[in-house]
């Protein structure tokens, strides 16, 4: 019969003094104690393998684990033997799960993520991505295994952005944690994606047009654009004035690199694959963009380029000249000249198109081919690759001219009127 050993006590386990050599103190059930001469106390656990040989299992030092809680670590490990498991492989097993979990942190695998797309990607729409997870997401939960994170986590982190009153990079940034998620998932990363149980929590997104003055309200607007250009950064001013002469969409203008722009024969094309719809890659046209720049817009463009003609682009990034300026800096300068929230870079083609329409008596079409959208009918795309040019030359100088006049306060009923 085997032998039996009496419990030991917590004043035992205490009290264990060192000698000169190793000895084990048992509780029974494979547990011991093992006294160190440096005065160590460690739990361990001996027990038969299924080869038949013995195995020794290590529950850490006395006292950070307890008599009990070693104990109950027993009890695990004698379980798991009742269903054949062996326990040693079974805790080896456990650490390489936790060290894989560790190593595959929300960072971690967001930017493996990040890499696969954006091969897919445009260069500047991968590096916005890249930054708006680097400033909002991973110094909160990029630390974490991505297996841990729950809805509630995922919210706090979105709830910190909308809090900032930016309701609308929470939204994308939800997109953005969504599919890095599912990417988890398909990888065999993560079990579940938090975000999709977040709907209803976090406030709705305000759907609408584009902020924009109207055309009543532009000489008041040239009048604040006026004084406050000496406070603006010299590129900045440039960029404000040219949204306003040719109106093209926002991420059009500040990512234009001056390879487009040729001063001498005062020509600017924007490729088709630069354009809305080309980035979508449904545009059926494949048709370049003229923008046909008046007089005043060559100007400024002779200008900024004895500023910034040698980097890359036309607005290049203050610290970055491989990179455009954000696309915020518009946005920046209309709040500091009180337009926050009342107009924004795209309020300008909504501007230009009642001032064009309604002041200078300009058909939609015409307008529209400038502003570069689609009809939407096959019968008008076909007939519109005659792009109106020389008629839309005609029309963005007239329109330059209004607005120096508007600027001035000269504006007079019926003088800006289209000939007939």
């Known amino acids: 019969m085997p032998k039996l050993v009496t419990p030991l006590t917590d004043v035992q386990v205490k009290t264990a003094k060192p000698k000169d050599k190793p000895y084990k103190l048992f509780d029974g059930g494979g547990l011991y104690l093992e006294v160190m001469p440096t005065g160590s106390k460690l739990w361990r656990m001996k027990f038969k393998q299924a080869n038949g040989k013995e195995g020794r299992l290590s529950f850490g030092n006395y006292p950070d684990v307890s008599l009990s809680a070693a104990r109950a670590k027993r009890t695990e490990a004698r379980e798991l033997k009742a269903k054949d498991i062996d326990p040693a492989q079974a805790r080896r097993l456990e650490k390489l799960q936790r060290a894989a979990a560790a190593s595959n942190t929300f960072e971690a695998v967001a930017r493996q993520w990040h890499a696969n797309k954006s091969e897919a990607w445009k260069e500047n729409t991968a590096k916005e991505a890249l930054n708006r997870l680097e400033k909002d997401v ?16 995922m919210l706090d982190v ?77 590129p900045t001013r440039i960029l ?81 000249h491989e990179k455009p300026v954000s696309n915020g800096a518009i946005l920046a300068a209309l709040k500091r000249m009180g337009y926050g929230g009342k107009h924004t870079g795209h309020g300008f083609r909504a501007l230009a198109m009642g001032v064009i329409k309604e002041r200078l008596g300009y058909r939609h079409d015409v307008v ?26 005609a029309m963005m100088q007239q329109y330059a001219d209004y607005l120096d006049t508007a600027a001035s306060g000269m504006v007079i009923a019926g003088k800006f009127g289209r000939a007939a």
Request: hydrophobic letters at 40%; aromatic letters at 8%; charged letters at 30%.
């Open 368 to 393: 529209n081919r400038q502003l570069a959208h689609m009809s939407g009918d096959a019968y008008g795309e076909a007939y519109d690759r005659a792009e109106f040019l020389e008629e839309r030359k």
């Open 138 to 153: 991973f110094p909160l939960i990029g630390k974490r295994p991505i297996a841990e994170i729950d809805a509630p986590l």
């Open 240 to 320: 404000m004035r040219l949204m306003m002469l040719v109106f093209v969409r926002t991420s059009e203008l500040i990512e234009t690199p001056w390879s487009e722009i040729d001063l001498e024969n005062e020509q600017w094309v924007i490729p088709w694959q630069r354009m809305k719809m080309g980035k979508k890659k449904v545009n059926p046209r494949k048709v370049d963009h003229h923008v046909n720049m008046p007089r005043q817009g060559w100007e400024l463009l002779r200008e900024l380029h004895a500023m910034t003609g040698r980097s890359k682009y036309l607005f290049p990034n203050q610290r970055d």
């Open 158 to 234: 979105l709830r910190r952005v909308e809090q900032r009153g930016a309701q609308e990079i929470a939204a994308r940034l939800g997109q953005l944690c969504s599919q890095i998620f599912r990417y988890a998932i398909a990888s065999g990363l993560a079990k579940y994606n938090p975000v999709p149980d977040l709907r209803g929590a976090l406030k709705p997104r305000v759907k609408g047009h584009h902020a924009a003055i109207t055309t009543d309200e532009l000489p008041d607007f040239l009048t604040v654009l006026e004084k406050n250009e000496a406070r603006m950064y010299a």
